[in-house]
């Protein structure tokens, strides 16, 4: 798992459609097995049961070749926490670790959580707006497992779920969104209620259960029963377009009317991140989506997006422990942090 550290995620490449916008376009899909019980009804042996049978199934599949199979009881907490930052599972699969496992791609644009609130959460990442290939690998993986794993169906509700808004197609679709402009020109609560309204989700950067840092949004499908995946695709992306183009417009119309401030905001956000010693990780997250702007708008230069995007994971808590070799206490990390992005950037 160290070689993660030393290797950028697919969905960290800065590239795809919109990706000065749309950092990511992800694609899940929730799986049971039929005649096992839900893990938050079953027990250690049952949990473990559905685990192997799970294992078994991925060991034959053709598009798991030369997967990491990862036991989540047998990772210490730097682990866990290192793995919730690379967005590859979730803080609730970090906890109670009875029977849980996590598969990952290399490239880590395919991560398979095993036994969190349904047997299988099957995940595609892919950088920028393209929810389409993400679904194609998705329903591909999907199908190929599908013929090794008997999947939990019901001909009039469609897959079963531990949560009754998954069933149905049981997919949900979601896009991490940089909205900055918006944010700047006080249009973001307008936006997020129509968002809302429309019965679409938005979340933080670390998804469900976090706010909002550093400008980022997670925008995705509340409720898949009744909709094909064609149709769920087809709402995110006319959602997504619309505030793409409003993000794009909030940011033209702060380049015409308040260029100073907007070049001063940048610059001092940048001029910080190169020489500071000591830094939060927050401080680190809002100045970074400050920089990551200016490098969009082309007031910065001699930096580039996949270089702000891998900042924004590697200055995160774990990744600091883990570049470090050991536990590091928070003072610590914020030294650690600072060093770090002072190295990146070409600071003193």
């Known amino acids: ?17 919109h990706s000065d916008i749309v950092m ?42 030369n997967f990491l199979f990862l036991k989540i ?13 690379r967005h590859l599972m979730s803080h ?34 892919h950088s920028g707006f393209d929810l389409e290939t993400a679904w ?3 329903d591909s993986l999907d199908d190929e497992l599908s013929g090794k794993l008997d999947f939990a169906y019901d001909i009039n509700w469609g897959y079963l779920t531990a949560c009754p808004t998954n069933t149905g197609t049981a997919m ?37 259960g976090t706010q909002a840092s550093g400008n980022f949004y997670q925008i995705s499908n509340q409720v898949s029963l009744g909709h094909s995946e064609g149709d769920v695709i087809a709402n995110i992306n006319g959602l997504i377009s619309q505030i793409i183009e409003q993000e794009e417009q909030a940011r033209q119309a702060l380049l015409v009317q308040n260029r100073p401030m907007l070049e001063d905001k940048i610059h001092r956000s940048y001029g910080i991140l190169k020489n500071a010693y000591i830094i939060s990780s927050q401080e680190t997250v809002d100045l970074l989506s400050m920089l990551r702007l200016g490098v969009d708008l082309e007031v910065v230069k001699d930096i580039d997006r996949p270089s702000i995007n891998e900042l924004l994971i590697t200055i995160q808590p774990a990744h600091l422990q883990k570049i470090e070799g050991k536990k590091l206490s928070a003072s610590d990390r914020d030294m650690k942090r600072a060093s770090l992005i002072r190295e990146k950037l070409g600071g003193k």
């Open 172 to 208: 949900r679709g979601s896009v991490m969104m940089h909205l900055p402009a918006l944010v700047m020109t006080k249009q973001i609560n307008k936006v997020m209620a129509a968002v809302s309204k429309l019965n679409f989700a938005s979340r933080g950067f670390y998804g469900e």
């Open 136 to 138: 194609k690998t998705a």
């Open 24 to 65: 990511s376009s992800r694609i899940r899909l929730a799986r049971n097995l039929a005649q096992h019980p839900f893990p938050s009804k079953a027990g250690k042996k049952e949990l473990t049961k559905s685990l192997d049978v799970v294992h078994k199934g991925m060991e034959e599949a053709h598009l798991l070749k």
């Open 73 to 85: 009881n047998e990772l210490d907490n730097v682990d866990k926490q290192f793995l919730i930052e």
């Open 92 to 125: 609730d699969h970090a906890s109670n670790t009875e029977g849980k496992a996590l598969v990952v791609s290399k490239d880590e644009s395919l991560a398979i959580m095993v036994n969190e609130e349904d047997h299988l959460r099957i995940q595609v990442m």
């Open 1 to 17: 798992m160290d070689n993660f550290i030393d290797n950028t995620g697919q969905w960290l490449k800065g590239e795809g459609a």
